[in-house]
């Protein structure tokens, strides 16, 4: 009699001819409830967690100095550090690297540190938190200047930074 198999894959397939890496992961209910003594699977992400802190902080100091939840206000963003060309090409290039961290509105604040989140906790521990540190604000700084190139409209997020981390998945 014959067996029907219940997979897929035939047994004898030689479709994966590329070395495969196992990452071995703890389900998410074991994180944080280890016993005394015993170490994780998973890296933690200092730089990631860092950074999403850091938009945090600044998010809510926008909020609370009248940037607006929903609808932000264009004057209170520039004044925390949008990237405004005029300001730029006057010479106020650190405003390449202060936009990153302010949000027009909670949704692109949710968003951008959502996938900051889902991203990071994987390429950090993998390429190491100096060089994954570098990468983000190398990639932010990089796409706020192509930016400028473009548009004459003030322009904030961590969206060019972003892009660069997940490029490098």
């Known amino acids: 009699t014959k067996t029907r198999q219940t997979h897929c894959r035939p047994a004898t397939s030689t479709a994966r001819r ?27 992400a200092i730089i990631t967690w860092t950074l999403v802190v850091a938009n945090t902080i600044v998010f809510a100091h ?12 264009v004057a209170t963003l520039i004044a925390q550090g949008a990237v ?13 690297m202060t936009a ?24 950090e ?14 990639s932010g700084i990089v796409g706020f200047a192509c930016s400028l190139l473009i548009h004459q409209s003030p322009s904030v997020g961590a969206s060019g930074a972003i892009f ?6």
């Open 18 to 44: 590329w070395p495969l890496k196992r990452i071995d992961v703890d389900p998410p209910s074991t994180l944080g409830a280890r016993a005394k003594g015993e170490t994780s699977t998973v890296p933690a």
């Open 62 to 73: 926008g909020v609370a100095t009248g940037a607006g939840l929903l609808v932000p206000d």
């Open 84 to 96: 405004e060309p005029r300001a730029v090409w006057s010479g106020e290039i650190w405003r390449l």
């Open 100 to 123: 990153m961290f302010v949000h027009g509105g909670v949704l692109h604040y949710l968003f951008n540190n959502f996938v900051l989140l889902q991203v990071g906790r994987i390429l």
């Open 125 to 138: 521990p993998s390429v190491g938190a100096a060089r994954f540190l570098l990468l983000y604000l190398y």
């Open 164 to 169: 660069g981390v997940v490029g490098a998945l």
